[in-house]
Protein backbone atom coordinates (compact mmCIF):
# COMPACT_ATOMS: atom_id res chain seq x y z
CA UNK A 1 0.00 0.00 0.00
CA UNK A 2 2.42 2.78 1.58
CA UNK A 3 6.20 2.58 1.51
CA UNK A 4 8.10 4.45 3.41
CA UNK A 5 11.42 5.48 3.81
CA UNK A 6 13.43 7.60 6.67
CA UNK A 7 16.97 9.38 6.60
CA UNK A 8 18.89 11.85 8.66
CA UNK A 9 20.67 9.79 11.11
CA UNK A 10 23.91 10.50 12.38
CA UNK A 11 26.44 10.65 15.40
CA UNK A 12 25.81 14.51 17.72
CA UNK A 13 27.11 15.57 20.71
CA UNK A 14 24.04 15.81 23.20
CA UNK A 15 22.80 19.07 23.13
CA UNK A 16 22.87 19.09 19.62
CA UNK A 17 20.21 18.33 16.90
CA UNK A 18 19.59 16.29 14.06
CA UNK A 19 16.51 16.72 11.25
CA UNK A 20 15.39 13.05 10.40
CA UNK A 21 13.08 12.66 6.82
CA UNK A 22 10.38 10.49 5.73
CA UNK A 23 9.33 9.98 2.13
CA UNK A 24 6.20 8.15 1.78
CA UNK A 25 5.20 6.57 -1.85
CA UNK A 26 2.92 4.44 -3.37
CA UNK A 27 -0.55 4.79 -3.13
CA UNK A 28 -1.37 6.94 0.03
CA UNK A 29 -4.46 7.47 1.65
CA UNK A 30 -6.64 11.02 1.41
CA UNK A 31 -6.53 10.28 5.19
CA UNK A 32 -3.89 8.94 7.31
CA UNK A 33 -0.72 9.35 9.56
CA UNK A 34 2.91 9.30 9.64
CA UNK A 35 4.18 7.99 13.04
CA UNK A 36 8.33 8.04 14.37
CA UNK A 37 9.05 5.50 16.29
CA UNK A 38 12.45 4.50 18.40
CA UNK A 39 14.44 1.22 19.45
CA UNK A 40 17.12 1.53 21.86
CA UNK A 41 19.42 -1.41 22.03
CA UNK A 42 18.28 -4.00 24.24
CA UNK A 43 14.73 -2.25 24.50
CA UNK A 44 11.14 -2.72 22.46
CA UNK A 45 10.21 -0.32 19.66
CA UNK A 46 8.76 2.99 21.70
CA UNK A 47 6.11 5.66 20.57
CA UNK A 48 8.28 9.40 19.54
CA UNK A 49 5.63 11.54 17.85
CA UNK A 50 2.65 11.11 14.88
CA UNK A 51 1.38 13.64 12.42
CA UNK A 52 -2.35 13.17 10.80
CA UNK A 53 -1.90 13.33 7.25
CA UNK A 54 -3.22 13.64 3.88
CA UNK A 55 -4.96 16.20 1.65
CA UNK A 56 -8.57 14.86 2.54
CA UNK A 57 -7.83 14.90 6.39
CA UNK A 58 -9.62 17.70 8.19
CA UNK A 59 -7.46 16.83 11.15
CA UNK A 60 -4.48 17.45 9.23
CA UNK A 61 -1.50 18.47 10.73
CA UNK A 62 -2.83 17.59 14.43
CA UNK A 63 0.31 15.70 16.84
CA UNK A 64 0.71 13.47 19.37
CA UNK A 65 4.14 13.24 21.16
CA UNK A 66 6.17 10.90 23.93
CA UNK A 67 5.77 12.88 26.83
CA UNK A 68 10.30 12.07 26.92
CA UNK A 69 10.61 14.43 23.87
CA UNK A 70 7.81 17.43 24.15
CA UNK A 71 9.51 20.41 24.02
CA UNK A 72 12.83 18.78 22.22
CA UNK A 73 11.25 17.44 19.26
CA UNK A 74 9.04 18.48 16.02
CA UNK A 75 7.26 16.68 13.62
CA UNK A 76 6.07 18.58 10.77
CA UNK A 77 5.87 17.43 7.03
CA UNK A 78 4.91 18.53 3.24
CA UNK A 79 1.89 17.02 2.02
CA UNK A 80 2.55 17.80 -1.01
CA UNK A 81 5.91 15.95 -1.15
CA UNK A 82 4.99 13.06 1.03
CA UNK A 83 7.18 14.10 3.00
CA UNK A 84 7.47 14.02 7.03
CA UNK A 85 10.27 15.46 9.19
CA UNK A 86 11.40 14.92 12.49
CA UNK A 87 13.14 18.00 14.22
CA UNK A 88 15.39 16.84 17.13
CA UNK A 89 17.06 19.35 19.78
CA UNK A 90 18.29 19.18 22.62
CA UNK A 91 19.47 15.74 22.34
CA UNK A 92 20.28 13.43 25.25
CA UNK A 93 22.40 10.20 25.34
CA UNK A 94 19.17 8.23 26.14
CA UNK A 95 17.97 9.45 22.58
CA UNK A 96 20.17 7.14 21.17
CA UNK A 97 18.20 4.32 18.87
CA UNK A 98 17.50 3.31 15.68
CA UNK A 99 14.23 5.65 14.52
CA UNK A 100 11.36 4.15 11.96
CA UNK A 101 9.18 6.01 10.08
CA UNK A 102 5.93 4.47 9.53
CA UNK A 103 2.32 5.26 8.08
CA UNK A 104 -0.89 4.40 9.40
CA UNK A 105 -4.74 5.30 9.78
CA UNK A 106 -4.00 7.46 12.84
CA UNK A 107 -1.63 8.80 15.38
CA UNK A 108 -2.39 6.07 18.23
CA UNK A 109 1.09 5.96 19.94
CA UNK A 110 1.42 2.14 19.17
CA UNK A 111 3.02 0.25 16.97
CA UNK A 112 -0.06 -1.84 15.88
CA UNK A 113 -1.71 1.33 14.83
CA UNK A 114 0.32 1.41 12.11
CA UNK A 115 0.67 -0.40 8.74
CA UNK A 116 4.21 0.28 6.98
CA UNK A 117 7.30 0.81 8.36
CA UNK A 118 10.86 1.87 7.01
CA UNK A 119 14.26 0.72 7.63
CA UNK A 120 15.00 2.79 10.10
CA UNK A 121 17.80 5.23 10.50
CA UNK A 122 20.49 5.66 13.28
CA UNK A 123 20.62 8.06 15.59
CA UNK A 124 23.79 8.04 18.36
CA UNK A 125 24.22 11.03 20.75
CA UNK A 126 27.50 10.64 22.67
CA UNK A 127 27.50 12.68 26.02
Known amino acids: QVLVEESGGGLVQAGGSLRLSCVAS????????MGWFRRAPGKEREFVAAISWGLGNTNYGNTNYADSVKGRFTISGDNAKNTVYLQMNSLKPEDTAVYYCAAGRTTLARVDAYHSWGQGTQVTVSS
Open 26 to 33: GRTFSQFA
